[in-house]
């Protein structure tokens, strides 16, 4: 049974820093793109990042480029989102999400969701 599970968010001061871990089973994860996407409390699901499945190509919204840093570790079947100097707005449940497929373009369209994990930023 393929699964998603994200970890690590929690409540940060802004300016902090969190990683989220996305640990996945039950499908070969190093075929997948997998994508980090956010919901804030009464607004649509937005896209933040995505990792191609070999790692070489990633692409970030604006609102986080620079700021945040995704990655992958295929021999762990995980997924990170370093996320650093941290701002209100980027309070919102932070979902991993997996797609099979090879290059960025897998980006586009994601099959399998995680629970999500909720990241507050606030003082």
């Known amino acids: 049974q393929l699964q998603l599970v994200e970890s690590g968010g929690g409540l940060v001061q802004p300016g902090g820093s969190l990683r989220l871990s996305c640990v996945t089973s039950?499908?070969?994860?190093?075929?997948?793109?997998i994508g980090w996407f956010r919901q804030a409390p009464g607004k649509e699901r937005e896209g933040v990042s995505c990792?191609?499945?070999?790692?070489?190509?990633?692409n970030y919204a604006d609102s986080v480029k620079g700021r945040f840093t995704i990655s992958r570790d295929n021999a762990k079947n995980t997924a990170y989102l370093q996320m650093d100097s941290l701002k209100p707005e980027d309070t919102a449940v932070y979902y991993c999400?997996?797609?099979?497929?090879?290059?960025?373009?897998?980006?586009?369209?994601?099959?399998?969701w995680g629970k999500g994990t909720l990241v507050t930023v606030s003082s």
């Open positions: 999400a997996a797609q099979l497929g090879v290059g960025i373009s897998a980006c586009d369209g994601m099959n399998y």
């Open positions: 990792i191609s499945s070999s790692g070489s190509s990633t």
């Open positions: 039950g499908f070969t994860f190093a075929y997948y793109a």
